[in-house]
């Protein structure tokens, strides 16, 4: 799995197993062209079928996995 930004890989990971969720797969920080930083991270959780959330600045942009 592989976080891309504009064309660019920000963090990328090879765990086959996510259970829970409670830690995030990927993380990283990007600044934009204004100057401020971002941090987003990606929670994942899989048994039967595969739940990801996408988390930026600590806001969700979704209510729940998707």
């Known amino acids: 799995m592989s976080l891309w930004v504009e064309a660019q890989v ?3 990971t090879d ?3 996510a259970l829970g969720g409670g830690d995030p797969v990927l993380k990283a920080e990007v600044t934009n062209t204004g100057g ?3 941090r ?3 929670y994942a959780r899989a048994i ?3 739940g990801i959330r996408v ?3 600590g806001q969700p942009l979704s ?3 998707v």
């Open 48 to 50: 039967f079928t595969v």
């Open 63 to 65: 209510r729940g996995y």
């Open 15 to 17: 765990r086959l197993l």
């Open 55 to 57: 988390v930026v600045n």
């Open 10 to 12: 920000l963090a990328s």
């Open 40 to 42: 987003i991270e990606v």
């Open 36 to 38: 401020q930083q971002h």
